[in-house]
């Protein structure tokens, strides 16, 4: 019978899967506090937003994200069909939602430290 590695802390291993939604609800309660502490606004960077951007052929930046953050499902996700943002580095990235590998009930959380600007702006 094999045995599982311990983790420093004498704990078994966390499988990817449990690092992930430990992950995901790391940054559902980072959200949280943000809002809470009035750093960020309380309103969602929304769908309808997204597909203006796409029509004028633009990602996802921090200009545009501005004081907020961005949470979509999967779902949503799906609905815009993929998601561009430009990162910090102005490297410019296409989320697709068959490739994020997350569940119906986990949302991926943008924030605007996450983003950059397009390096001609």
Same mark, same amino acid.
């Given at each position: ?12 291993e966390e499988t ?25 606004e309380p309103t ?21 994200? #501005? ?10 996700? /799906?609905? %815009? $069909?993929? +998601? &561009? ?15 994020? #590998? ?6 991926l959380i943008v924030?605007? /430290?996450? %983003? $950059?600007? +397009? &390096?001609?702006?």
């Open positions: 019978m094999e045995s599982k590695p311990e983790s420093p802390e004498g704990n078994l990817p899967e449990q690092k992930r939604k430990k992950a995901i609800q790391k940054n559902r309660e980072k959200l949280a506090g943000l809002i809470a502490d009035k750093v960020l969602n960077y929304d769908l309808i937003e997204l597909s203006k951007l796409r029509e004028k052929g633009r990602p996802l930046s921090k200009k545009e994200l #501005g004081n907020r953050a961005l949470v979509m499902s999967r779902q949503d996700l /799906e609905a %815009l $069909g993929f +998601l &561009e943002i430009v990162l910090g580095s102005g490297e410019k990235i296409v989320i697709d939602p068959e490739d994020t #590998g997350f569940d119906d009930e986990d949302a924030f605007p /430290e996450d %983003l $950059g600007e +397009l &390096e001609n702006e």
